[in-house]
């Protein structure tokens, strides 16, 4: 009885490391997987934004002008804001009819956040629709492409006067230290 007892013991002590480590890896893999799914979720997003920006300036909340594409951290947005975009989305209830919408990136307690609004030329209590998409971010930057003299210029700042760029690169940094890199193409960039 106290051989099969110490048996059992020797057996219980392998299987509980095996199962341990099997349960960590499984946690790891979700967490993984979680981040995946959060980093593609937030890839699609932008890229359908800078697919359809249009060249469309808008008025703020004052009724000041404010280009169209806007980004940057010394331009006037608001906190958090890395940018901010006027999006044709193509509108799925009606056929061929595009619907206008303002939107914006920011980072906010290393929550990357997709912002919209439901009206272009805004007032100050417009309703602004906030999704979080991308958590555990340690830093986010665009870059905005443009052409000069044939050659392809890369700028932190876009002051949207110049209308729309021809791209738009995105560094993400994950707190873990990995880093993401994307360019977008933009149909109607100049």
Request: no cysteine; charged share 25%.
């Amino acid at each position: 009885m106290v051989v099969a007892i110490g048996v059992f013991a020797v057996i219980a002590a392998i299987s509980y490391g095996s199962l341990n480590r099997f349960l960590a890896a499984r946690e790891m893999i979700t967490d993984r997987n979680q981040t995946l799914s959060a980093l593609q979720i937030t890839m699609t997003l932008l890229e359908y934004d800078f697919r359809y920006a249009v060249n469309r300036p808008v008025r703020d909340g004052f009724g000041d002008d404010e280009p169209a594409l806007i980004g940057g951290q010394d331009q006037p947005l608001g906190p958090g804001e890395l940018v901010r975009l006027t999006v044709n989305r193509p509108d799925t209830n009606l056929a061929a009819t595009p619907a206008l919408q303002r939107v914006a990136w920011r980072l906010d307690d290393g929550v990357l956040k997709r912002v919209t609004w439901q009206v272009l030329d805004r007032d100050q209590d417009s309703a602004e629709y906030v999704r979080d998409l991308l958590s555990r971010v340690s830093e986010a930057e665009f870059r905005f492409l443009s052409t000069e003299a044939e050659r392809l210029r890369s700028n932190t700042e876009w002051l949207g006067a110049e209308g729309l760029p021809v791209g738009v690169e995105l560094l993400v940094t994950l707190h873990n230290g990995r880093q993401y890199r994307r360019v977008f193409e933009l149909a109607n960039g100049s």
